[in-house]
């Protein structure tokens, strides 16, 4: 357990150095305000994200494996996970509001009728009829491109 806990402070250490090389051009002024990066700068900085990406990965490799001697000794418990509750099943709507939404859409429908009616398109039970092609013969509609086919 030592072992696991030396190397997740090195690991920790390792992150610090790797974060301080990507500081210092900047913090200790070694980059010029407002110029593009020297070369001591960017050797400094990618240095640094390359020792903080293995800082961490080590720390959280470390603290996993601590954990898991943790657990294995029984010095920590693994909590179970709580159940997700049950979504209640939903309710039929009720026969009131299926009425108010016929009442309040069939005063539109009432007004497309007539729009329809206004424009010759006939309404003829469930179906709805398009006026005759210029040259007489009856078309056919695609919706997407908008075509007429013969």
Do not use: H, I, K, S
């Not at 080590?58 to 179970?80: D, I, K, S």
């Not at 469930?126 to 007429?148: L, M, V, Y």
């Amino acid at each position: 357990m030592v072992r696991r806990l030396a190397g997740a402070v090195v690991a920790a250490l390792g992150l610090m150095a790797g974060l301080w090389l990507m500081l210092a051009p900047f913090a200790l002024g070694t980059q010029p305000e407002g110029r593009d990066w020297t070369d001591p700068t960017t050797t400094e900085f990618f240095t640094g994200v390359g020792f903080a990406v293995v800082g961490l990965a080590g720390l959280l490799a470390f603290a996993a494996a601590l954990r898991a001697e943790l657990v294995a000794r029984g010095l920590m418990t693994v909590r179970a996970a709580a159940p997700e509750p049950q979504p209640e099943p939903a309710q039929a709507a009720a026969p009131a509001a299926d009425q108010d939404l016929a009442a309040l859409l069939a005063p539109l429908a009432a007004a497309l009728v007539e729009e329809m009616e206004q424009r010759g398109t006939g309404v003829q039970g469930d179906r709805t009829e398009a006026p005759p092609a210029p040259n007489g013969r009856a078309r056919d509609f695609d919706p997407f491109a908008g075509r007429e086919y013969r």
